[in-house]
């Protein structure tokens, strides 16, 4: 019976004081809301929201915390970008709910984060990892299936290849046009050369990760944009 395995606790990503029972004791945290039309809109869930699980999972010493955000925050100039924030300026929310993520474990060494970003999400069945492109700079995307992000997810939380560190994750045949699949392509034609920062594997999602760089050492490559949301509310007015 695998359900002696699991445990379940109710909390509220907006209500901090009811996040603390639901983490305490967990070995690891993936935080897989959004806004919703009954669970909140996206400065309550993806930025206030995010806020309080990383200070919930801080507080109660949860060795690593997920948090699944989206590809193409940090490039507001994108059609990606402009096509998803028309609804509740979403995107600016999920970058910010990513900023304050990286302030709540600022000095926490013993603690750890991943931040996965997927493109497009699609209810395809799972294409593996030979099928999933893991990347980082925020450069490449596509649409992924829903299956994927969650593998690539989980693997992300229990591999330390990816502490403290951000990826974008999509599927390696990239979108479907006219029935043929056209690759990743580049959020914008101005950005870097990817090559360097794509990682690809036929043996599983862990080897996705191999060569992933954490997020102060991307800071040091230069690509990394510094864009953190256009009109951001303190978190002091939730």
């Known amino acids: 019976d695998d359900n002696k395995f699991v445990s379940y606790g109710s909390g509220d990503v907006t209500k901090y004081e009811s996040l603390s029972d639901a983490v305490k004791g967990a070995s690891g945290v993936i935080f897989a809301a959004s806004a919703s039309k009954n669970g909140g809109d996206a400065a309550h869930v993806d930025y206030f929201g995010v806020a309080n699980t990383a200070n919930a999972c801080v507080a109660n010493k949860i060795p690593k915390l997920a948090v699944i955000s989206s590809g193409a925050v940090t490039r507001p100039s994108s059609i990606g970008f402009k096509i998803t924030n028309v609804f509740g300026r979403i ?66 939380l229990l591999s ?29 034609k101005d950005l870097p050369d990817p090559t360097k920062y794509k990682h690809l594997s036929s043996e599983s999602y862990d080897a996705l990760f191999d060569g992933i760089l954490s997020d102060s050492d991307m800071l040091k490559t230069g690509i990394v944009s510094d864009y953190t949301g256009s009109k951001i509310e303190p978190l002091s007015s939730f």
Request: overall charge negative; glycine content about 14%.
């Open 91 to 156: 995107m600016d929310y999920k970058i910010a709910g990513e900023t304050e993520l990286r302030k709540a474990y600022e000095g926490n060494n013993d603690l750890s984060y991943v931040v996965v970003r997927p493109g497009g999400l699609s209810d395809e069945d799972s294409k593996g990892p030979s099928g999933v492109e893991v990347s980082q700079g925020d450069i490449l995307s596509a649409e992924i299936g829903r299956e994927d992000v969650a593998e690539v997810t989980v693997s992300a």
């Open 160 to 188: 330390s290849k990816t502490n403290d560190a951000t990826i974008e994750c999509y599927g390696s045949g990239g979108e479907t046009l006219f029935g043929q699949k056209t690759g990743p392509s580049k959020l914008a």
